[in-house]
């Protein structure tokens, strides 16, 4: 007698049991999708407040690769003397500048397109060391017409970053 209560006790609890074990495992299956229903709101919410700040990076970024052209730089920025030492000096310090004012730029981009931005940068001044170097270059108003010419040249580096920057951008938008 005492097996066929232990029997039929089982008989009743096998069925409490599982149906309270399926009841948790959806509970916890509930409470896991609204989790992530939240995580996906927030994140949405959090992209919407950064993509308007990222989109703002690109473009200072691509001002600052408009800004460090050879050619408009030295239409932009006059001689104050005849020194080509002084002009080149003068060039790269307004390289320098225009390139830390927008420095913090970089969390904003990729590292493939802060690293093309460097490059940009160092083959522009680059370039004007090695038309001052001309010994055909010698005053600044010589070495500002050089700087002009070897631009038109060739490819700019310049563009090329501003090229990629416009792929990266048009990536996620």
Same mark, same amino acid.
């Given at each position: 007698m005492n097996t066929d209560k232990i029997i039929e006790l089982a008989f009743y609890t096998l069925p409490a049991l599982i149906t309270g074990a399926v009841a948790y495992y959806f509970f916890q299956m509930h409470t896991q999708n609204e989790d992530n229903k939240r995580r996906f709101a927030l994140q949405k919410e959090n992209q919407k407040q950064a993509l308007p700040i990222k989109l703002q990076a690109y473009e200072r970024l691509s001002l600052?690769?408009?800004?460090?052209?050879?050619?408009?730089? +030295?239409?932009?920025?006059?001689?104050? %003397?005849? #020194?080509?030492?002084?002009?080149?000096?003068?060039?790269?310090? *307004?390289?320098?500048?225009?390139? #830390?004012? *927008?420095?913090?730029?970089?969390?904003? +981009?990729? #590292?493939?397109?802060?690293?093309?931005?460097? %490059?940009?940068k160092n083959t522009t001044i680059q370039n004007i060391r090695k038309a001052t170097l001309d010994a055909a270059n010698t005053n600044s108003k010589e070495l500002r017409e050089a700087i002009i010419t070897n631009s038109l040249e060739g490819e700019s580096v310049n563009n090329l970053a501003l090229g990629y920057l416009k792929s990266e951008v048009k990536e996620f938008l």
């Open positions: 600052l690769l408009e800004r460090i052209n050879s050619t408009k730089l +030295v239409l932009r920025i006059a001689p104050l %003397s005849e #020194d080509k030492l002084a002009y080149q000096n003068l060039l790269i310090q *307004n390289i320098e500048q225009e390139f #830390d004012h *927008n420095l913090t730029q970089q969390i904003y +981009v990729s #590292d493939e397109c802060w690293t093309m931005l460097i %490059s940009a």
